[in-house]
């Protein structure tokens, strides 16, 4: 509830997500929330034209890049009506990256997605975070998590109750008491 937020030794709490965007911080949504309207590759277009500052001829081209990065190119002018669960998924990973983030918020990513699935959207963000992006990781699939984490923040009802290296956090006794009961 209170509290102030930093980025780049910069406040920014409180600033709308706008600005926050210029700033490099993008989020990706737990339900994908795509222009239903417009087509995958018109998608990326907007974070691109704005936060990137491509005009609409670079834009698609740079938008074509990122669809073929993650596997999305052949969609590229289909709506997201006709794209699969893990496909939203990727476009709403692929909408991040076109706005040229410095720091990605992944909201559960892979929540509801196979064991597979899981596994292509790891793969995703572990080619943004070699590119230099940093990753604050929502996730409840523990399996992700450790996989990806250099260091993990466990909360419980809302306390911050842990933090370390993953190695840390699977043997640390607060948070099997939470997890798992006494």
């Known amino acids: 509830d209170g509290g102030r937020i930093l980025f780049e030794g910069r406040e920014i709490t409180g600033l709308p997500a706008h600005r926050r965007t210029r700033l490099g911080i993008v989020r990706s949504f737990q339900i994908p929330k ?3 309207s417009m087509t995958v590759l018109e998608n990326l277009d907007i974070p691109l034209e704005y936060a990137a500052h491509r005009r609409s001829d ?3 081209a740079d938008a074509m890049e990122i669809l073929s990065a993650i596997g999305l190119e052949s969609k ?3 709506r997201p009506a006709g794209l699969t669960q893990i496909e ?9 990256m076109a706005a040229r983030p ?3 918020i992944s909201d559960e ?6 064991s597979a ?3 292509d959207i790891l793969a995703i963000l572990f080619r943004l975070n070699e590119r230099g992006i940093t990753i604050i990781m929502i996730e409840h699939i523990m399996r992700a998590v ?8 466990v909360l419980d009802a809302g306390e911050r109750i842990a933090e370390g290296t993953p190695e840390e956090i699977v043997r640390n006794p607060a948070v099997e008491k939470a997890y798992l009961g006494e």
């Open 76 to 78: 590229a002018h289909l």
């Open 88 to 96: 939203m998924r990727k476009l709403e990973l692929a909408r991040a």
């Open 117 to 119: 699935e899981v596994d």
């Open 109 to 114: 990513a892979m929540a509801g997605l196979s």
């Open 146 to 153: 450790m996989r990806f984490s250099e260091r993990i923040v």
């Open 34 to 36: 795509p222009f239903v």
């Open 58 to 60: 670079e834009a698609d």
């Open 102 to 104: 410095k720091l990605l």
